[in-house]
Each structure stands twice: as C-alpha cells, then as structure tokens.
C-alpha cells in the first residue's frame, strides 16, 4: 500500500425514500465499489445523506418500488433496543472492534434532545 494522497466522492440516490438503515448501507457500499482503490491505504471515509422527505412523500407517477415488508417494524425494534445502550445491536459490517471511535472533546451541547444537558441558572 502506497501513502499516496487520494479524495473521491459518489452519489447514490435512493428510488424510494426509506428510514431502513439495510437499504442507506446497501446504496453506500454501492457507491464505495465504484470509486474504491486496491492501492491505497484509506484513513476516514464518510456519508452524507441529503434531501430528506417526509414519511408520507408522494412517489413518482411510475415508481412501482415499495418499501420491504417488516422494514418499518425491524427498524422500530433496532432503534428501541438501541435506546437502552449505545450499539446494543449492530450491523455486522459495522465490526466488533470499536478501537475507533469519533473525537468528542470539542462535542456541541444537545440541549434540544437531551433534557440533561439543558443550562440552568440558580438565584440567591
């Protein structure tokens, strides 16, 4: 592996709209088998998803593609367990070694999710 500099990017863009995290992982490794390089040793890769619609969005005209049955429901209970503990379940492609992980010293504050984290001021 050579320590050659190397920055591509694809796009992959879903027929239907889906919160099925199979299908955003199916359409990502799509999109990484077009522009992966044997000879490079990567150091980060990313995903950005754009143009989200809403739950009911209303499909092309001629859009025959529907969502796989159950997807709502499997994805429901992944994300309930997942409440409970971070990575309580997990895509196997995601790996069991957790040795990386993001740097959170510089984190915003998630005052608007987390009722915790909320400043609170006392009077004397």
């Known amino acids: ?17 889906t919160q099925d995290s ?4 199916q359409a990502a490794q ?12 990567y150091a ?10 809403g739950k009911e969005a209303q499909l ?3 859009d025959s593609a529907t ?3 159950g997807s709502e429901a499997l994805m429901a209970v992944l994300d309930g367990i997942n409440r409970r503990g971070k990575s309580q379940l997990f895509f196997a492609g995601q790996g069991i070694d957790n040795s ?4 959170r010293q510089m984190l915003s504050p998630d005052y608007t999710t ?8 006392t009077i004397k």
Do not use: C, H
């Open 1 to 17: 592996m050579r320590d050659t500099q190397y920055a591509n990017q694809a796009t992959e863009k879903l027929t239907v709209a």
């Open 22 to 25: 199979r299908t955003i992982i």
């Open 30 to 41: 799509a999109a990484l088998a077009r522009i992966w390089r044997e000879d490079i040793a």
């Open 44 to 53: 980060k890769a990313g995903i950005m998803l754009a143009d989200f619609s």
């Open 60 to 62: 092309d005209l001629f």
């Open 67 to 69: 969502p796989s049955a």
């Open 100 to 103: 990386f992980a993001m740097r």
């Open 114 to 121: 987390d009722w915790r984290s909320i400043p609170t001021a």
